[in-house]
């Protein structure tokens, strides 16, 4: 009886399997097959071996290492944040993690533009620390510009996740804990920090993934002089009409990202990203 | 001490966050056609906001796509995490990683592999973008909603059906409830990458169908119009009082007294 | 289940409205780049004419060239540069105009026409819509004016982080290309090779690559110089009385935006109508406000204020053009090397 029930309730998943055989399979062949041809349709290694050409190889050393600051500065940012969010008094929780969402619902071009002309060497920030009597900054342009702003994009998919594995831990294991004597520090160590990892792995995970393919805020806040991976085969799909070596590159990006996925999640299950 | 400390970090998040907002409000405002220039407070790109019919019509087209893939990406997503919680660990394991393969590449690939794969079936329209959409939508339902379903105990569903409740009473006393944070997490997400999204939408579209963010990139080499902050502008005050109301309006009382 | 309901009437919706474009109606899709055309101008066609316009935009030449290719969307009218004409012509994907039917054509300067040779050498396929060169926007505070006669001052150190370069691949070659003294569409492997070192000498100079944004990073006073479109600088004049033009000596390129219709044109009665209609003096004179680039249409210039007329950073005078160039489309191992040659010059240090 049961066996039955289970296996009406997978037909459930019907629908979506049709989909993504579809719509995500099937152009993932036409992804394949630009990758290991040329341009005039022979099969060649070249589009996926050309990602150890020297500048190629140089623009995702830098995606990586940028996407790594990235995911750790939202990771430092976000554990504070869902601590304090959760010390809120709970009715007015809903409210706030909403505040945090609401700015993305402002088109991102039309934010990053903003922080443009925030940074900008006559940029507002600079005026104000300028008023002040402080040494100006000059951040535009340069990979920190870059890695800021990726920052401000993709902090709430770290935050969310953590603030909801957060806000689902008992509290009554906190104050045992603190009954036995924990001080703050080994209660955030030893019960928190362990409790919340599936938050913090799925959250690594929205974060990494997009700073690592992410080309337009390198682009916009880059001033060009920041060239990303996910720059390079934008540029191959493009600019240079070349869809092999795009097709190519994005592959092999796509099995980095597999890579750093499968390695974090052998540390703990996907845990819940969401808002609610 | 902590608290005060807490609430200053919550303070100057907040303002991270909100800083380029209240740059694109001020900019609503700005009698000047360059960014760069402030030329004295006006509100004449509200009116003529009106007027344009291009953007109006580019806002209603993004307002239907993100709404109705996100609804039907809801759907679709939500049905298959029921369907792969009842599957063994492999199906789910297959289930969840091809959900990822959207995630994972660049949008522009996604976008181009799908532009290749409509168009050697139909025209492009606006029916190729939703389906794009949905198509990338889908994956953060299944994301937000599967640890819901892994949260759920499945003995009271299994009780309820013991106790002679047909399935869809059941599913809908018990594991609705239990979901429906995550569901509707899942569609707000999906919501939000929709309203985002440029590369998917430029090669998926047809010709004729703007959406705001195909307006705002394709006007970025000319000056992007005010009115686009007008819209924007108006559009966020929106959300914002929406989400006031139902957080501090009359219904949203009454909810706290029971 | 509501939602389901809701969904499928979403979904049902789509596909009407899907529908509803197949037919062969009245319709006219154009391509142009992003606002490049007064909206109204669009709708008083449409009101005029009954024909019901589809119209679409793309940020960079390559960008609708990819499209086009993919056999995405049928399009009866497209607007690009030059060179891309030029490539669409060669790929045979451009069908010939025909002038007879648009009589107002005359009121563009035959000139432009001339000029426009060097990518449609007969003048079949192509019809001038706006026009202006490559040079030097500069500060006139920060800058020593007698010193941007020569594009070598982009590479004087005083000016270090205060330099715009156009975050292209021909048109930065172009700078480094017309110092050498080379002609701007050189497909020596040498000469290239040599004007990408001297780009990656420059590049701890430059502030930053951009294409859209050099005007608001010069009017907000960012940087000293920038390497613009004519038109762009024109319209940088007008908000910062600080900024100058100049097209520097050893010459620069000259571009021109033009109409044609390709090989997928499905109505290209329509399209002829609506060429007509751009050559109007009312629509023209509405899409020179707008655009704000020199227009080759002569009845719209010589309507213009005298001052604006008489503005040389909008519109070019004639020896600054003859000493301009053309940008021609390369072949594709041409094409491979420079985009390989850039992509050093971007990642360098």
Known sequence: MRKIRGLKRQLLAGPYLVWIAAFTLLPLMVILYYAFTTTSGHPTLLNVTSIFASVHFKSLLLSLE???????????????????????????????VFIFILPMWMNFMLRILAWKMLLSNNGVINMVLEAVGLP????????????????YDFLPF???????SMSRIDKGILEAAQDLGAGRATTFFRIILPLTAPGAVSGTIMVFVPALTSFAISDLLGGGKVLLIGNVIEQAFIQEYNWNLGSGLSLVLMVFVIASMALMNSRGDEGGVGIC | MLKKLYK?????IFLFLYLPIGVLIVLSFNDSKSKVQWGGFTLKWYGSLFSSESILEAFWMTIFISLGSALIATVIGTLAALGADAMKKRGQAFLIGAANIPLLNADIVTGISLMLLFVRFTRLGMNTVLLAHITFNIPYVILNVMPKLKQESRTTYEAALDLGATPLYAFFKITWPQILPGVLSGFLMAMTMSLDDFSVTYFTKGAGVNTLSTMIYTEMRKGIRPEMYALSTLLFLIALTLLLIMNFGPSAKEKEKS | ?????????????????????????????????????????????EDETGIDVEYEEYITPENMYTKYRAGAIDYDLVCTSDYMVEKMIQEGEALEIDFDAIPLSKNLDQSYFDFSKSFDPENKYSMPYFFGTVGILYNKKMVDEAKVRSWEILWDETYSGQIIMPDSVRDSFMVALKILGYSLNTTDDAQLEEAKELLIRQKPLVYSYLVDEAQDEMIAENAAMAVVYSGEAGLA?????NLAFSVPEEGSNMWIDSWLIPKTANHVENAEKFLNFLCREDISMMNFDYVYYATPNVKTKAALDKSLQENTTIFPPKEILDNCEILKSLDDAATTNYNILWKEVKAAD
């Open chain 1, 66 to 96: 940028l996407a790594f600051l990235c995911t750790a500065a939202c990771l430092l940012l976000s554990y504070p944040l869902a601590l304090a969010l959760s010390s809120l008094k709970t009715k007015r929780q809903g409210f706030i």
């Open chain 1, 136 to 151: 100006a900054l000059d951040v535009m342009n340069t990979p920190f510009a870059v890695v800021f702003c990726m920052i």
């Open chain 1, 158 to 164: 770290m935050a969310l996740p953590i603030y909801n």
């Open chain 2, 8 to 12: 200053l970090y919550l303070v100057l």
């Open chain 3, 1 to 45: 289940m509501r939602k389901t309901c809701l969904a499928l009437f979403l979904l049902a919706a789509a596909a009407l409205c899907g529908c509803g474009r197949d037919g062969g109606e009245n319709t006219l899709t154009i391509l142009n780049y992003g606002k490049y055309i007064d909206p109204e101008a669009i709708e008083i066609f």
């Open chain 3, 237 to 241: 004049l007008e908000y910062n009385d």
